[in-house]
């Protein structure tokens, strides 16, 4: 008997003793509702416009407790702030930027990448309510998010 005829015969209990597979997740609806800005969309900025992301401080494995840091990187002027998070978790995310919006200048929108902690409803109503530009990047094009990438990059290495 063949490899494939002994898969046929024994789809069914293969399916019955171990389930269905896993289907692929479609983008949920807020990553359908943010517009995409890419590297090259930034020509005439002013400050305001940042762009965020999430640095986990785990070490080499990601067990366990461990902290986040959000950065959130100013486009225009580079200027950065960091925010210890505890934990992952959307709610303190907003948290972090109301705490951070009035300095040095007015925020006016935030670009963020892919990540379920950034695209939820609970970011989008904070923009929506703020008037706040969201944006996010295109998905691994670690280039669409060059300003704070280069930030993360130099906070891991210390």
């Given at each position: 008997?063949?490899?494939a005829?002994?898969?046929?015969?024994?789809?069914?209990?293969?399916?019955?003793?171990?389930?269905?597979?896993?289907?692929?997740?479609?983008?949920?609806?807020?990553?359908?509702?943010?517009?995409?800005?890419?590297?090259?969309?930034?020509e005439?900025?002013?400050?305001?416009?940042?762009?965020?992301?999430?640095?986990?401080?785990?070490?080499?494995?990601?067990?366990?407790?461990?902290?986040?840091?959000?950065?959130?990187?100013?486009?225009a002027?580079?200027?950065?702030?960091?925010?210890?998070?505890?934990?992952?978790?959307?709610?303190?995310i907003?948290?972090?930027?109301?705490?951070?919006r009035?300095?040095?200048?007015?925020?006016?929108?935030?670009?963020?990448?892919?990540?379920?902690?950034?695209?939820?409803?609970?970011?989008?109503?904070?923009?929506?309510?703020?008037?706040?530009?969201?944006?996010?990047?295109?998905?691994?094009?670690?280039?669409?998010?060059?300003?704070?990438?280069?930030?993360?990059?130099?906070?891991?290495?210390n």
């Amino acid at each position: 008997m063949s490899a494939a005829t002994i898969d046929r015969r024994l789809k069914i209990i293969r399916g019955e003793a171990f389930g269905t597979r896993r289907q692929k997740r479609p983008l949920n609806r807020i990553r359908r509702l943010v517009a995409v800005r890419t590297f090259a969309d930034w020509e005439d900025v002013r400050p305001g416009f940042m762009e965020v992301d999430l640095v986990t401080h785990s070490g080499p494995k990601a067990v366990g407790s461990f902290v986040h840091t959000l950065v959130l990187t100013d486009v225009a002027s580079g200027w950065t702030e960091c925010i210890a998070l505890p934990v992952r978790e959307q709610a303190l995310i907003v948290e972090a930027i109301k705490a951070v919006r009035v300095r040095p200048f007015p925020l006016l929108g935030l670009d963020t990448d892919n990540d379920s902690a950034f695209m939820n409803d609970t970011l989008w109503d904070y923009c929506k309510e703020c008037e706040l530009v969201f944006t996010r990047s295109r998905a691994y094009r670690k280039n669409d998010q060059a300003w704070v990438e280069q930030k993360n990059e130099r906070s891991s290495e210390n």
